[in-house]
């Protein structure tokens, strides 16, 4: 599990991706959820360090070479 918020955990294995919302925010994306869960920005570098170790890089992200 990863702690995207203060008030949310989401299961690794459910992550798709990492999402902009409209108003600027982040959003995970879940398999089968239709709406992002939001992203603190406490949190933020955790969620895209750990999208990166698994290999699932944030939209408008380029993979490091």
Avoid: T
């Avoid at 949310?8 to 108003?23: E, I, M």
């Avoid at 939001?38 to 949190?43: F, N």
Wanted: hydrophobic content about 50%; charged content about 20%; proline content about 6%.
């Amino acid at each position: 599990f990863l702690r995207v918020h203060r008030n949310a955990l989401v299961a690794l294995a459910w992550v798709k991706g990492l999402s902009r919302q409209a108003d600027g925010s982040q959003g995970v994306v879940l398999d089968g959820i239709e709406q992002p869960v939001p992203v603190s920005r406490r949190h933020l570098a955790d969620v895209r360090a750990a999208l990166a170790r698994l290999g699932r890089v944030p939209s408008g992200v380029s993979p490091a070479v």
